[in-house]
């Protein structure tokens, strides 16, 4: 006959086992759900802002709820038998010798660690309060404890912020733990009679915490993942700025030189230079914090720019624009035309003699947006050409200088390498630079 002890080890996995096949279904639910950018928003902000804090509330309690009636239905009073919860039975609840061993605390304790106290008592209340109705003779020790159990988790995920958790994993088993003991604690405190408290207890103990252990780890690996993709977003960011503050002065430097030439030659012109310049800046002035604009806004900019840029020709550009209307509301990187306008101004035509022709051309492939920029201008010496986009080259040598190598560069962070900067040229035949974008109908 098999002893009382190996029978408890059987039961203990067999509930172990069938609890973590549950718990690996939701947990790679929630991977999958982390990948849209709604829920990565709402986690981002769920420690900062009240709205966010009660949309994870609602999810980690939902997800208490379904770890609840995804759970195993058990009766101290027949030798701990074990019976699937199914959904269908909610009418009739537990009976009561009866209890169900869920993933529950898993999810409530998760809640904790990953949103901290807020999130942990919303999460808690909510799979609580319907652990509670369900009845069984543990139903409010069960939900009392749940609501702890998230409590808890979210004053150790305020106490240490910061603290690197993935480096010294130990401490979430700690408080996996922590928190499985607690809810035995509270069950034995509660729950009467005595003898079925304590039946449950011992019968329970490890298989609960087998899986809170293993989910917490779980819930904050997903966590981690997010953070990951987080910090490099951030590391994105602060490439483009770095990229961004280069190109602003070398606009700004091209532009005060045009003026030091106009002084010479001109100086009503120069007056009216410095007063379109001014406005240009003004009119520019919120896209230059922003890292994509609407390509309708980024060809007003090339038309403020071209306005006031004509100035210093002895004749006006011959400027021809064709964008269809339904690409105008698609978002590029500010400032991708008007960084290849400015060459061709201080490059392409400067010394030239006119006539002067620029023409912005945009259309669409599949999934990506094609803009051609080409003008009749100097053109590039093939030796330059062959340098431009792959490292700064010096402006005075009619080369791209370090505009469009900051543009090749701000090109490849955004996309991840799925956009293309090309430029095809000749001397004194002019220049054609080709920019494919995949579409964004949103700015990133």
């Not at 700064?392 to 040598?397: A, E, G, I, T």
């Amino acid at each position: 006959m098999d002893s009382p002890e190996y029978m408890l080890f059987i039961h203990s996995i067999d509930l172990t086992t069938k609890l973590i096949q549950r718990l690996c279904v939701v947990a790679m639910a929630a991977f999958l759900c982390i990948r849209l950018k709604t829920l990565r928003t709402t986690l981002h902000g769920s420690e900062k802002e009240w709205e966010h804090r009660l949309s994870m509330i609602l999810i980690f309690g939902c997800l208490g709820v379904f770890a609840t009636h995804t759970g195993i239905k058990v009766d101290v009073h027949q030798e701990l038998s074990i019976d699937n919860w199914a959904f269908s039975r909610f009418p009739s609840g537990l009976g009561d010798s009866q209890a169900i061993v869920s993933f529950r605390d898993t999810i409530v304790l998760s809640a904790g660690l990953v949103g901290g106290p807020w999130i942990g008592l919303g999460a808690g209340i909510i799979a609580g309060i319907e652990r509670y109705s369900l009845g069984g003779f543990a139903g409010l020790a069960s939900g009392t404890a749940t609501l702890e159990l998230g409590i808890l988790a979210g004053f150790a995920r305020r106490y240490r912020p910061t603290y690197d958790w993935y480096s010294y994993p130990i401490d979430i088993i700690i408080i996996a733990i922590f928190g499985s003991l607690l809810q035995r604690l509270i069950i034995l405190i509660m729950v009467k009679p005595h003898n079925d408290a304590i039946i449950l207890s011992w019968k329970i103990a490890l298989p609960v915490t087998i899986v809170n252990i293993i989910g917490c780890v779980l819930f904050r690996a997903i966590e981690r993942d997010l953070e990951r993709d987080q910090l490099e977003m951030a590391v994105r960011e602060s490439k483009l700025q770095a990229l961004q503050a280069q190109i602003d002065p070398h606009f700004l430097n091209n532009a005060l030189n045009d003026v030091n030439d106009l002084i010479a030659t001109d100086t009503d012109k120069a007056m009216e230079f410095v007063s379109k310049l001014a406005r240009f800046f003004n009119d520019t002035r919120d896209a230059a914090n922003v890292n994509a604009i609407p390509l309708d806004s980024e060809l007003k900019q090339v038309n403020r720019y071209i306005d006031f840029r004509n100035l210093s020709f002895s004749k006006d550009i011959d400027y021809i624009e064709e964008v269809p209307d339904k690409l105008k509301s698609l978002f590029v990187p500010s400032r991708c035309l008007m960084t290849i306008i400015e060459n061709s101004f201080k490059h392409g035509f400067q010394g030239r003699p006119a006539p002067y022709k620029l023409s912005v051309r945009v259309n669409e492939d599949g999934g990506n947006i094609i803009l051609l920029i080409m003008d009749n201008g100097n053109g590039i010496q093939p030796e330059r050409l062959a340098e431009i986009c792959k490292r700064s080259v010096n402006s005075d040598c009619g080369g791209g200088g370090i505009a469009l190598f900051n543009l090749s560069n701000s090109l490849d962070i955004t996309f991840s390498g799925k956009a293309k900067l090309a430029i095809n040229s000749q001397a004194n035949c002019g220049t054609e630079t080709i920019i494919i974008l995949p579409k964004r109908n949103e700015p990133w």
